[in-house]
Protein backbone atom coordinates (compact mmCIF):
# COMPACT_ATOMS: atom_id res chain seq x y z
CA UNK A 1 0.00 0.00 0.00
CA UNK A 2 1.48 3.56 -0.62
CA UNK A 3 1.82 6.05 1.54
CA UNK A 4 0.71 10.01 1.21
CA UNK A 5 2.87 12.13 3.48
CA UNK A 6 1.07 15.70 5.06
CA UNK A 7 1.66 17.91 7.72
CA UNK A 8 -1.97 17.50 9.45
CA UNK A 9 -4.90 15.14 8.34
CA UNK A 10 -8.31 16.12 9.13
CA UNK A 11 -10.46 13.20 9.82
CA UNK A 12 -13.89 14.64 9.32
CA UNK A 13 -14.93 17.52 6.57
CA UNK A 14 -18.47 18.78 8.22
CA UNK A 15 -19.13 21.88 9.90
CA UNK A 16 -15.93 21.79 12.48
CA UNK A 17 -13.58 19.93 10.06
CA UNK A 18 -13.95 22.43 6.81
CA UNK A 19 -12.94 25.21 8.55
CA UNK A 20 -10.24 23.96 10.31
CA UNK A 21 -8.52 22.32 7.14
CA UNK A 22 -9.07 26.38 5.85
CA UNK A 23 -7.07 27.50 8.94
CA UNK A 24 -4.73 25.04 8.77
CA UNK A 25 -3.88 25.54 4.80
CA UNK A 26 -3.83 29.34 5.67
CA UNK A 27 -0.84 28.69 7.95
CA UNK A 28 0.78 27.03 5.55
CA UNK A 29 0.21 23.36 6.33
CA UNK A 30 0.18 20.37 3.86
CA UNK A 31 -3.46 19.56 4.88
CA UNK A 32 -5.48 16.39 3.77
CA UNK A 33 -9.04 16.52 4.57
CA UNK A 34 -11.00 13.11 4.78
CA UNK A 35 -14.43 13.10 4.80
CA UNK A 36 -16.62 9.97 4.30
CA UNK A 37 -19.84 11.95 2.13
CA UNK A 38 -19.48 15.06 -0.18
CA UNK A 39 -18.56 18.02 1.23
CA UNK A 40 -21.95 19.83 2.29
CA UNK A 41 -23.74 16.52 2.48
CA UNK A 42 -27.12 15.92 4.35
CA UNK A 43 -25.93 12.63 6.48
CA UNK A 44 -24.56 13.79 9.89
CA UNK A 45 -25.06 17.38 12.04
CA UNK A 46 -24.56 20.60 9.78
CA UNK A 47 -27.46 20.50 7.29
CA UNK A 48 -31.22 21.94 7.12
CA UNK A 49 -30.28 25.19 5.58
CA UNK A 50 -30.18 27.46 8.44
CA UNK A 51 -28.52 27.53 12.52
CA UNK A 52 -29.20 30.01 14.74
CA UNK A 53 -26.05 32.56 15.90
CA UNK A 54 -26.42 34.89 18.39
CA UNK A 55 -23.67 36.50 21.43
CA UNK A 56 -26.13 36.84 24.60
CA UNK A 57 -25.23 32.75 25.45
CA UNK A 58 -27.77 31.64 27.55
CA UNK A 59 -25.86 28.63 28.11
CA UNK A 60 -22.69 30.04 29.66
CA UNK A 61 -21.52 33.61 29.54
CA UNK A 62 -17.67 32.02 28.73
CA UNK A 63 -18.87 31.32 25.30
CA UNK A 64 -19.46 34.93 24.77
CA UNK A 65 -15.67 35.72 23.81
CA UNK A 66 -15.73 33.31 21.26
CA UNK A 67 -18.57 34.23 19.81
CA UNK A 68 -17.09 37.86 19.62
CA UNK A 69 -14.59 35.88 17.51
CA UNK A 70 -16.64 33.80 15.34
CA UNK A 71 -18.97 36.67 14.31
CA UNK A 72 -15.49 38.03 12.90
CA UNK A 73 -14.84 35.20 11.37
CA UNK A 74 -17.86 34.70 9.85
CA UNK A 75 -17.71 38.13 8.20
CA UNK A 76 -14.38 37.44 7.22
CA UNK A 77 -15.65 34.46 5.05
CA UNK A 78 -18.51 36.20 3.73
CA UNK A 79 -15.62 38.75 2.21
CA UNK A 80 -13.58 35.94 0.72
CA UNK A 81 -15.92 34.52 -0.78
CA UNK A 82 -17.80 37.67 -2.27
CA UNK A 83 -21.35 36.34 -0.80
CA UNK A 84 -23.76 36.48 2.05
CA UNK A 85 -23.78 33.57 4.57
CA UNK A 86 -24.86 35.55 7.87
CA UNK A 87 -28.63 37.53 8.29
CA UNK A 88 -28.95 39.43 11.20
CA UNK A 89 -32.72 39.08 12.03
CA UNK A 90 -32.51 39.35 15.47
CA UNK A 91 -32.97 36.46 18.03
CA UNK A 92 -36.00 36.33 20.02
CA UNK A 93 -35.56 34.46 23.11
CA UNK A 94 -39.45 33.40 24.95
CA UNK A 95 -40.33 32.08 27.90
CA UNK A 96 -40.89 32.90 31.76
CA UNK A 97 -38.59 35.85 33.46
CA UNK A 98 -37.30 33.00 36.06
CA UNK A 99 -36.03 30.43 32.88
CA UNK A 100 -32.97 28.80 32.42
CA UNK A 101 -33.09 31.04 28.85
CA UNK A 102 -34.18 34.27 29.91
CA UNK A 103 -32.34 34.21 32.81
CA UNK A 104 -28.99 32.93 31.30
CA UNK A 105 -29.84 35.43 27.93
CA UNK A 106 -29.57 38.31 30.38
CA UNK A 107 -26.81 36.39 32.51
CA UNK A 108 -24.50 36.70 29.14
CA UNK A 109 -25.75 40.04 28.61
CA UNK A 110 -25.03 42.20 31.70
CA UNK A 111 -21.55 40.86 31.82
CA UNK A 112 -20.41 41.31 28.59
CA UNK A 113 -21.88 44.50 27.90
CA UNK A 114 -24.34 43.39 25.42
CA UNK A 115 -27.17 45.04 24.05
CA UNK A 116 -30.32 42.83 24.86
CA UNK A 117 -33.75 44.36 24.87
CA UNK A 118 -36.27 43.33 27.47
CA UNK A 119 -39.84 42.26 26.18
CA UNK A 120 -42.94 42.26 28.34
CA UNK A 121 -45.71 39.90 27.80
CA UNK A 122 -48.68 42.37 26.63
CA UNK A 123 -45.56 44.04 24.27
CA UNK A 124 -44.73 40.70 23.04
CA UNK A 125 -48.09 40.55 21.35
CA UNK A 126 -48.31 43.63 19.74
CA UNK A 127 -44.79 43.96 18.53
CA UNK A 128 -44.91 40.36 17.24
CA UNK A 129 -48.55 39.56 16.66
CA UNK A 130 -47.96 36.27 15.08
CA UNK A 131 -46.67 34.91 18.21
CA UNK A 132 -49.31 33.82 21.37
CA UNK A 133 -48.07 33.77 24.85
CA UNK A 134 -49.41 34.56 28.16
CA UNK A 135 -48.85 37.65 30.42
CA UNK A 136 -46.61 35.05 32.45
CA UNK A 137 -43.99 35.04 29.08
CA UNK A 138 -41.76 37.65 28.77
CA UNK A 139 -39.02 38.68 25.44
CA UNK A 140 -35.63 38.91 25.36
CA UNK A 141 -34.09 40.38 21.63
CA UNK A 142 -30.62 40.62 20.23
CA UNK A 143 -30.85 42.38 17.34
CA UNK A 144 -27.49 41.69 16.07
CA UNK A 145 -28.14 37.72 16.46
CA UNK A 146 -29.80 36.09 13.53
CA UNK A 147 -28.91 32.67 11.53
CA UNK A 148 -26.26 31.07 9.26
CA UNK A 149 -26.96 29.37 6.06
CA UNK A 150 -25.14 25.99 7.43
CA UNK A 151 -24.54 23.78 3.86
CA UNK A 152 -23.28 27.52 2.29
CA UNK A 153 -20.55 27.82 5.01
CA UNK A 154 -19.65 24.28 5.19
CA UNK A 155 -19.09 24.23 0.85
CA UNK A 156 -17.85 28.15 1.72
CA UNK A 157 -14.75 27.04 4.46
CA UNK A 158 -14.12 23.74 2.02
CA UNK A 159 -13.84 25.92 -1.33
CA UNK A 160 -11.58 28.08 0.68
CA UNK A 161 -9.10 25.66 2.03
CA UNK A 162 -8.61 24.13 -1.58
CA UNK A 163 -8.27 27.34 -3.06
CA UNK A 164 -5.36 27.63 -0.41
CA UNK A 165 -4.19 24.07 -1.64
CA UNK A 166 -5.73 21.46 0.97
CA UNK A 167 -6.47 18.31 -0.56
CA UNK A 168 -9.83 17.97 0.47
CA UNK A 169 -11.27 14.14 -0.36
CA UNK A 170 -15.18 13.43 -0.51
CA UNK A 171 -16.56 9.46 -0.32
CA UNK A 172 -13.48 8.55 1.86
CA UNK A 173 -13.98 7.29 4.64
CA UNK A 174 -11.51 6.67 7.42
CA UNK A 175 -11.24 3.17 8.56
CA UNK A 176 -8.42 3.18 11.03
CA UNK A 177 -5.69 5.62 12.81
CA UNK A 178 -2.60 4.91 14.72
CA UNK A 179 0.02 6.88 16.59
CA UNK A 180 3.44 6.61 15.31
CA UNK A 181 6.77 8.04 16.97
CA UNK A 182 6.72 10.98 14.05
CA UNK A 183 2.87 11.85 13.98
CA UNK A 184 -0.06 9.50 12.91
CA UNK A 185 -1.15 6.90 10.28
CA UNK A 186 -4.25 7.11 9.01
CA UNK A 187 -6.28 4.66 6.77
CA UNK A 188 -8.91 4.59 4.20
CA UNK A 189 -10.29 1.61 2.06
CA UNK A 190 -7.17 0.88 0.15
CA UNK A 191 -5.03 3.91 1.00
CA UNK A 192 -2.67 5.06 3.91
CA UNK A 193 -1.74 8.16 4.61
CA UNK A 194 0.97 9.87 6.80
CA UNK A 195 0.78 12.96 8.47
CA UNK A 196 2.44 14.77 12.03
CA UNK A 197 -0.42 15.90 13.26
CA UNK A 198 -4.37 14.64 13.25
CA UNK A 199 -7.54 17.15 13.45
CA UNK A 200 -10.50 14.37 14.68
CA UNK A 201 -13.95 16.38 13.92
CA UNK A 202 -15.82 13.36 13.37
CA UNK A 203 -18.95 14.91 14.81
CA UNK A 204 -21.53 11.73 15.33
CA UNK A 205 -19.40 9.67 14.06
CA UNK A 206 -16.89 10.69 16.98
CA UNK A 207 -17.18 7.55 19.75
CA UNK A 208 -16.43 4.55 16.38
CA UNK A 209 -13.57 7.07 15.71
CA UNK A 210 -12.38 7.30 19.31
CA UNK A 211 -13.99 4.15 20.78
CA UNK A 212 -10.61 3.82 23.48
CA UNK A 213 -10.96 7.15 24.70
CA UNK A 214 -14.72 6.32 26.29
CA UNK A 215 -16.05 9.79 25.68
CA UNK A 216 -19.17 10.20 27.59
CA UNK A 217 -20.87 10.97 24.09
CA UNK A 218 -24.38 10.29 23.21
CA UNK A 219 -26.30 11.06 19.46
CA UNK A 220 -29.93 12.30 19.69
CA UNK A 221 -32.14 11.96 15.92
CA UNK A 222 -33.81 15.36 15.61
CA UNK A 223 -36.46 16.62 13.16
CA UNK A 224 -36.34 19.86 11.48
CA UNK A 225 -39.59 21.01 9.97
CA UNK A 226 -40.82 23.61 7.64
CA UNK A 227 -44.92 24.42 7.62
CA UNK A 228 -47.01 26.61 5.59
CA UNK A 229 -48.32 29.49 6.94
CA UNK A 230 -51.36 31.31 6.52
CA UNK A 231 -49.73 34.75 4.79
CA UNK A 232 -45.85 33.83 4.41
CA UNK A 233 -45.70 37.71 4.07
CA UNK A 234 -45.59 38.14 8.16
CA UNK A 235 -42.87 35.74 8.94
CA UNK A 236 -40.51 37.39 6.32
CA UNK A 237 -37.14 37.80 8.34
CA UNK A 238 -37.56 41.96 7.93
CA UNK A 239 -40.87 41.41 10.25
CA UNK A 240 -39.99 38.25 11.71
CA UNK A 241 -36.64 37.14 13.94
CA UNK A 242 -35.18 33.87 14.47
CA UNK A 243 -37.26 32.73 17.96
CA UNK A 244 -36.17 30.39 21.00
CA UNK A 245 -39.07 28.89 23.07
CA UNK A 246 -38.85 27.43 26.67
CA UNK A 247 -41.51 26.14 28.13
CA UNK A 248 -42.05 24.08 31.69
CA UNK A 249 -41.11 20.70 30.00
CA UNK A 250 -40.34 21.50 26.34
CA UNK A 251 -37.67 23.99 24.16
CA UNK A 252 -38.76 24.87 20.88
CA UNK A 253 -36.81 27.42 18.26
CA UNK A 254 -37.51 28.40 14.42
CA UNK A 255 -36.42 31.00 11.86
CA UNK A 256 -38.68 33.61 9.38
CA UNK A 257 -39.72 32.21 6.27
CA UNK A 258 -36.85 32.13 3.49
CA UNK A 259 -38.35 30.31 0.77
CA UNK A 260 -41.68 28.51 -0.77
CA UNK A 261 -40.80 26.00 2.41
CA UNK A 262 -42.33 27.90 5.20
CA UNK A 263 -41.68 28.54 8.55
CA UNK A 264 -38.52 25.88 9.92
CA UNK A 265 -39.36 24.91 13.51
CA UNK A 266 -37.86 22.45 15.52
CA UNK A 267 -37.77 20.70 19.21
CA UNK A 268 -34.51 21.70 20.99
CA UNK A 269 -34.59 18.91 23.93
CA UNK A 270 -35.50 15.25 23.87
CA UNK A 271 -34.56 13.26 21.01
CA UNK A 272 -34.59 9.80 20.41
CA UNK A 273 -31.17 7.97 21.06
CA UNK A 274 -29.11 7.02 17.83
CA UNK A 275 -27.07 3.60 18.47
CA UNK A 276 -25.32 4.12 15.21
CA UNK A 277 -24.97 7.08 13.27
CA UNK A 278 -24.66 5.34 10.04
CA UNK A 279 -28.51 3.47 10.93
CA UNK A 280 -29.84 6.90 11.63
CA UNK A 281 -33.41 6.60 10.69
CA UNK A 282 -34.31 9.54 8.15
CA UNK A 283 -38.15 9.02 7.81
CA UNK A 284 -40.10 11.97 9.20
CA UNK A 285 -43.02 10.17 11.40
CA UNK A 286 -46.35 11.48 11.91
CA UNK A 287 -45.49 11.18 16.28
CA UNK A 288 -42.18 13.81 14.73
CA UNK A 289 -44.40 15.97 13.18
CA UNK A 290 -47.35 16.25 15.55
CA UNK A 291 -44.85 17.37 18.40
CA UNK A 292 -43.69 20.64 16.58
CA UNK A 293 -47.69 20.66 15.65
CA UNK A 294 -48.72 20.76 19.30
CA UNK A 295 -46.52 23.53 19.85
CA UNK A 296 -47.52 25.78 16.54
CA UNK A 297 -51.23 24.70 17.90
CA UNK A 298 -50.69 26.92 21.01
CA UNK A 299 -48.33 29.43 20.47
CA UNK A 300 -48.02 30.57 16.65
CA UNK A 301 -51.28 29.29 15.10
CA UNK A 302 -50.51 30.93 11.64
CA UNK A 303 -48.35 28.44 10.73
CA UNK A 304 -50.43 25.72 10.90
CA UNK A 305 -50.18 24.51 6.90
CA UNK A 306 -48.98 21.53 5.52
CA UNK A 307 -46.07 19.98 6.08
CA UNK A 308 -43.89 21.01 3.36
CA UNK A 309 -40.08 19.92 3.80
CA UNK A 310 -38.20 17.90 7.09
CA UNK A 311 -35.08 17.05 7.28
CA UNK A 312 -33.62 14.63 10.08
CA UNK A 313 -30.05 15.59 11.51
CA UNK A 314 -28.00 14.33 14.63
CA UNK A 315 -26.70 15.97 18.03
CA UNK A 316 -23.90 14.80 19.62
CA UNK A 317 -24.34 15.57 23.64
CA UNK A 318 -21.93 15.86 26.27
CA UNK A 319 -23.27 15.30 29.94
CA UNK A 320 -22.89 19.12 31.02
CA UNK A 321 -23.88 19.98 27.34
CA UNK A 322 -20.77 21.90 26.79
CA UNK A 323 -17.91 20.84 24.13
CA UNK A 324 -15.05 18.84 23.86
CA UNK A 325 -11.99 20.60 22.16
CA UNK A 326 -8.91 19.15 23.25
CA UNK A 327 -5.78 17.61 22.68
CA UNK A 328 -6.14 13.48 23.07
CA UNK A 329 -4.88 12.91 26.14
CA UNK A 330 -2.27 10.03 25.14
CA UNK A 331 -1.32 11.60 22.08
CA UNK A 332 -0.60 15.21 21.85
CA UNK A 333 -0.18 15.24 17.82
CA UNK A 334 -3.92 14.65 17.86
CA UNK A 335 -6.51 17.48 18.40
CA UNK A 336 -10.16 16.63 18.61
CA UNK A 337 -13.56 18.79 18.24
CA UNK A 338 -17.10 17.14 19.32
CA UNK A 339 -19.82 16.85 21.56
CA UNK A 340 -21.15 20.29 20.03
CA UNK A 341 -24.83 19.21 22.44
CA UNK A 342 -26.84 20.69 19.82
CA UNK A 343 -25.53 24.42 19.98
CA UNK A 344 -22.08 23.84 17.85
CA UNK A 345 -22.35 25.46 14.22
CA UNK A 346 -22.35 28.96 14.96
CA UNK A 347 -18.83 28.30 16.48
CA UNK A 348 -17.33 26.50 13.87
CA UNK A 349 -15.21 29.39 12.24
CA UNK A 350 -13.47 30.09 15.72
CA UNK A 351 -13.43 26.11 16.68
CA UNK A 352 -10.86 26.33 13.08
CA UNK A 353 -8.94 28.59 14.64
CA UNK A 354 -8.65 26.94 17.90
CA UNK A 355 -8.04 23.20 15.76
CA UNK A 356 -5.46 25.07 13.71
CA UNK A 357 -3.78 26.25 17.37
CA UNK A 358 -3.89 22.83 19.10
CA UNK A 359 -2.38 21.30 15.66
CA UNK A 360 0.34 23.69 15.85
CA UNK A 361 1.35 24.39 19.41
CA UNK A 362 -0.57 22.02 21.70
CA UNK A 363 -2.89 24.89 23.12
CA UNK A 364 -5.01 28.41 22.43
CA UNK A 365 -5.04 31.68 23.74
CA UNK A 366 -9.10 31.58 23.04
CA UNK A 367 -10.84 30.59 25.76
CA UNK A 368 -11.71 26.65 26.25
CA UNK A 369 -10.85 25.87 29.73
CA UNK A 370 -14.47 24.67 30.08
CA UNK A 371 -14.23 22.11 27.18
CA UNK A 372 -11.25 20.02 28.12
CA UNK A 373 -11.85 16.00 27.99
CA UNK A 374 -10.37 15.77 31.19
CA UNK A 375 -13.38 17.33 33.00
CA UNK A 376 -14.95 14.24 32.60
CA UNK A 377 -12.64 11.85 34.70
C1 LIG B 1 -31.25 19.88 13.85
C2 LIG B 1 -30.07 20.63 14.33
C3 LIG B 1 -30.19 21.98 14.63
C4 LIG B 1 -29.10 22.70 15.12
N1 LIG B 1 -29.24 24.04 15.36
C5 LIG B 1 -28.15 24.77 15.69
C6 LIG B 1 -28.24 26.18 15.75
O1 LIG B 1 -29.30 26.77 15.50
N2 LIG B 1 -27.10 26.86 16.04
C7 LIG B 1 -25.91 26.25 16.26
O2 LIG B 1 -24.92 26.93 16.53
N3 LIG B 1 -25.79 24.91 16.21
C8 LIG B 1 -26.88 24.16 15.91
N4 LIG B 1 -26.79 22.80 15.80
C9 LIG B 1 -25.55 22.15 16.12
C10 LIG B 1 -24.54 22.19 15.01
O3 LIG B 1 -25.15 22.09 13.76
C11 LIG B 1 -23.51 21.10 15.22
O4 LIG B 1 -22.96 21.26 16.53
C12 LIG B 1 -22.40 21.18 14.22
O5 LIG B 1 -22.91 21.21 12.91
C13 LIG B 1 -21.49 19.96 14.40
O6 LIG B 1 -20.45 20.02 13.46
P1 LIG B 1 -19.42 18.81 13.36
O7 LIG B 1 -18.36 19.24 12.43
O8 LIG B 1 -19.07 18.36 14.72
O9 LIG B 1 -20.30 17.61 12.73
P2 LIG B 1 -20.57 17.32 11.18
O10 LIG B 1 -20.79 18.57 10.45
O11 LIG B 1 -21.58 16.25 11.11
O12 LIG B 1 -19.17 16.79 10.67
C14 LIG B 1 -18.61 15.55 11.04
C15 LIG B 1 -18.10 14.96 9.76
O13 LIG B 1 -17.24 13.87 10.01
C16 LIG B 1 -17.47 12.93 8.98
N5 LIG B 1 -16.94 11.64 9.43
C17 LIG B 1 -17.27 10.97 10.54
N6 LIG B 1 -16.59 9.82 10.64
C18 LIG B 1 -15.79 9.76 9.55
C19 LIG B 1 -14.85 8.79 9.07
N7 LIG B 1 -14.59 7.66 9.73
N8 LIG B 1 -14.21 9.05 7.90
C20 LIG B 1 -14.45 10.20 7.22
N9 LIG B 1 -15.35 11.12 7.61
C21 LIG B 1 -16.01 10.91 8.77
C22 LIG B 1 -18.97 12.98 8.80
O14 LIG B 1 -19.39 12.38 7.60
C23 LIG B 1 -19.23 14.45 8.90
O15 LIG B 1 -19.16 15.08 7.63
C24 LIG B 1 -27.87 22.05 15.33
C25 LIG B 1 -27.73 20.70 15.01
C26 LIG B 1 -28.81 20.00 14.50
C27 LIG B 1 -28.65 18.53 14.18
Redesign the pocket.
Known amino acids: MSQENYDVIV???????AAAAFELARRGRRVLG????SLG?D????H?Q????RKAYFEHPNYVPLLHRAYQRWYELEQLQGRHLFTECGVLSIGTPQCELIQGVQRSAREHGLHVESIAGSDLRRRYPAFQFGDEYVGALERDAGFLY?EDC?VAYAEEARRLGAELRPF????SWQATPTGVVVRTEGQEYAAQRLVI?????TS??LGDLGLPLTVRR?V?HWFGTSDDRLFRRDVFPCYMVQRSGSFF?GFPVLDANGLKV?RHDEGLSVADPSQLDRNVTSADEEECRGFLRQHLPAVGGSLRFARV????MTPDEHFIIDVHPAHPQVAI??G?????????AVVGEILADLSDKGHSELPIGMFSIGRFK
Not at 11 to 17: A, H
Not at 50 to 53: D, E, F, L, V
Open positions: LGVGGMGLEQFHRGSSGTRIIVVSAVTTAGAWQVKLYACMYTAAFSGHGFKFA
